[in-house]
């Protein structure tokens, strides 16, 4: 392991405080089935943290603390908006697994991939249309 991984980790921790806090509020403005995969989103991202705290302190490292508070894009007031901000939530997380699948150690690779594949079926679940043929990239022109 590396202090690179340790940092990479630590990252990773970053934007697990962040999925946590805006769960959290994304949460209290929901209701019903929405309220229902809100929690249950919360909850992984609960574990993903203490997994990813675990992980740093047993190789020696100091985890990342959360902030005090997060600066969101929008605080939601519907359920749309709420849907808005649990895909922007799961974006932000899979970018943060990103440079941990660059890891030289075997095991953080899978545990990264394995991340950001959950974050982005979570993702997917919130809102099932795709929109383009390769997330991330500009549509075709013309």
């Known amino acids: 392991m590396t202090p690179a991984d340790v940092e990479k980790l630590r990252k990773a921790l970053s934007a697990e405080?962040?999925?946590v806090f805006a769960y959290?509020?994304?949460?209290?403005r929901t209701t019903g089935s929405l309220r229902t995969r809100v929690t249950n989103a919360f909850d992984a991202h609960?574990?993903?943290?203490?997994?990813?705290?675990?992980a740093i302190t047993t190789r020696g490292g100091t985890p990342s603390e959360p902030e005090g508070g997060y600066a969101l894009p929008i605080v939601p007031s519907t359920s749309a908006q709420a849907i808005q901000l649990a895909v922007h939530v799961e974006a932000g997380i899979t970018a943060a697994?990103?440079?941990?699948?660059?890891?030289?150690d075997a095991s953080l690779r899978r545990y990264a991939a394995l991340a950001m594949q959950e974050s982005v079926a979570r993702s997917y679940s919130f809102r099932p249309a795709i929109t383009t043929a390769f997330p991330g990239m500009s549509g075709p022109t013309g």
């Open 24 to 28: 959290g509020l994304i949460g209290a």
């Open 46 to 54: 609960r574990a993903k943290r203490d997994q990813l705290r675990t």
């Open 97 to 104: 697994y990103l440079e941990l699948v660059a890891s030289d």
């Open 17 to 19: 405080h962040a999925a």
